[in-house]
């Protein structure tokens, strides 16, 4: 079984820049989440994709978009990058629609530093 | 507002000990409760899910406690080592969409001497 893998690890951008971020989920696992986290906090919910359209959305401007594929692997844009941004990027795949309580499982995830 | 609070201030306890982790909610109706661990620049691991008609659940040398009617979940590691130390995360469901959002805590970190 293949666990969730990200790319890359670290990545560094200075302000108003664009950054892509990417994700392959578990095996068998055709929904995606994203989560923020900060220093000293818990995860933040971005948003979740499902077969490729968005499935909910937590308190994040435009400029955080996604993409899923047909593969189920998935892609995280952030345009006009800010100060703010720099914190670590977790990617969760689960199975859809609640299903076992929607266990997310997660990959190490991307430290973005944004100078 | 909707709130999660977990202790903020570390948990320092002796190896062998139980370590006891809270976690309180308000304005949430969630129809379960989950606990993560994670360990420094990794991602969070899934270690318990509980239901709202469940009271306690237990596996191994973990148990969780669900009281909905105090909003409140307790985290109990039995026999404590040093390699339980991390920060451990609580996440509930909102109960309010469809998108079966997690929304999760800002974490305990147990430090387990030994």
């Known amino acids: 079984e293949t666990g969730v893998t990200q790319s890359p690890t670290h990545l560094i951008k200075t302000r108003g820049q664009q950054v892509t971020l990417r994700c392959s989920s578990q095996s068998g696992h055709n929904t995606v989440s994203w989560y923020q986290q900060a220093l000293g906090q818990g995860p933040q919910f971005i948003f979740q994709y499902y077969r490729e359209e968005e499935n909910g959305r937590g308190n994040f401007p435009p400029r955080f978009s996604g993409l899923q594929f047909p593969n189920y692997s998935s892609e995280l844009n952030v345009n006009a990058l800010e100060l703010d941004d720099s914190a670590l990027y977790l990617c969760a795949s689960s199975l859809p629609g609640g299903v076992k309580g929607n266990i997310q499982y997660f990959g190490a995830g991307t430290r973005l530093s944004v100078l | 507002s909707q709130k999660i609070e977990q202790n903020s201030e570390a948990l320092n306890i002796q190896e062998g000990k139980t370590a006891t982790l809270t976690c309180n909610y308000t304005?949430?109706?969630?129809?379960?409760l989950q606990w993560y661990r994670q360990d420094p620049g990794r991602g969070p691991v899934f270690l318990l899910l509980?239901?709202?008609?469940?009271k306690e659940k237990r596996k191994e040398r973990l148990k969780v406690t669900f009281d909905t009617t105090l909003k409140q979940s307790l985290f109990h590691i039995t026999a404590s080592q040093p390699a339980d130390s991390a920060t451990y995360l609580c996440a509930l469901d909102t109960g309010m969409d469809s998108s079966y959002k997690l929304i999760f805590g800002s974490g305990t970190r147990l430090l387990v001497r030994p």
């Open positions: 304005n949430y109706s969630p129809a379960y």
């Open positions: 509980i239901r709202e008609n469940e």
